[in-house]
Nanobody, 126 residues
Framework: QLQASGGGLVQAGGSLRLSCAVS????????MAWFRQVPGKEREFVIA????????YNAKSVSGRFTLSRDNAKNTGYLQMNSLKPEDTAVYYC?????????????????????WGQGTQVTVSS
């Protein structure tokens, strides 16, 4: 089970940190990804990590602004979002699955993840 939280309203240029609390699976042995979705559009990939290999992969639109971290004691992953833009406005979803990398690239498509959080709304005002 995944519980996403931390969304909210922030001004452009601001920061937010989203949390994804995982139960029933050991996060350090998982791949984790964040996706986002706006009404009328498909869910799009944001950023992913293979915790066991230590490699990340992100969409170009968030390069240099979004990073991932985790707290093993809490079995929780975090998405730190800095320099937010209005186009980052969306419902953000976390997902986990058994760790896997192709070369150095972790799972990063919706089809590759079976376990999903409920989504948390991020709104960035201009």
């Amino acid at each position: 089970q995944l519980q996403a939280s931390g969304g909210g309203l922030v001004q452009a240029g601001g920061s937010l940190r989203l949390s994804c609390a995982v139960s029933g699976r050991t996060l350090s042995r998982q791949s984790m990804a964040w996706f986002r979705q706006v009404p009328g559009k498909e869910r799009e990939f944001v950023i992913a990590v293979s915790w066991s290999v230590g490699t990340t992969y992100n969409a170009k639109s968030v390069s240099g602004r979004f990073t991932l971290s985790r707290d093993n004691a809490k079995n929780t992953g975090y998405l730190q979002m800095n320099s937010l833009k209005p186009e980052d406005t969306a419902v953000y979803y976390c997902a986990v699955d058994n760790d896997y990398v192709l070369g150095t690239v972790p799972r990063h498509t919706t089809d590759e993840y079976d376990y999903w959080g409920q989504g948390t709304q991020v709104t960035v005002s201009s």
